[in-house]
């Protein structure tokens, strides 16, 4: 059993930047990959980026490339998600996944979620 707890989300204007944070715990040597999913109002959940945890090979999804950076910290079993550049389309509640690879197939540990509003 992993457990994975969201920090970080929050207001911020378009153009601003906003880094997630998620701690993991447990038996978090059972993962593969760590990632982040989103899911706003009305539409499914989508899949943001996910980091490999031995090789450190990360995925981005084409709507947040060269915007967004995934990166871990293993000795803090900690992931995170660098937000640049962010567009009130990436208005969200955010979650922080766990699970083995291929990962979109294989997520089986999720966060609480937190909600990153992007406004003026």
């Known amino acids: 059993q992993v457990q994975l707890v969201e920090s970080g989300g929050g207001l911020v204007q378009p153009g601003g930047s906003l880094t997630l944070s998620c701690a993991a715990s447990?038996?978090?040597?059972?993962?593969?990959?760590m990632g982040w999913y989103r899911q706003a109002p009305g539409k499914e959940r989508e899949l943001v980026a996910y980091i490999t945890t031995r090789l450190g090979i990360t995925n981005y999804a084409d709507s947040v490339k060269g915007r967004f950076t995934i990166s871990r910290d293993n000795a803090k079993n900690t992931v995170y998600l660098q937000m640049n550049s962010l567009k009130p389309e990436d208005t969200a509640v955010y979650y922080c996944?766990?699970?083995?690879?291929?990962?979109?197939?294989?997520?089986?540990?999720w966060g609480q979620g937190t909600q990153v509003t992007v406004s003026s």
């Open positions: 447990g038996s978090t040597l059972s993962l593969n990959a």
């Open positions: 996944a766990g699970g083995l690879l291929p990962f979109r197939q294989n997520t089986n540990n």
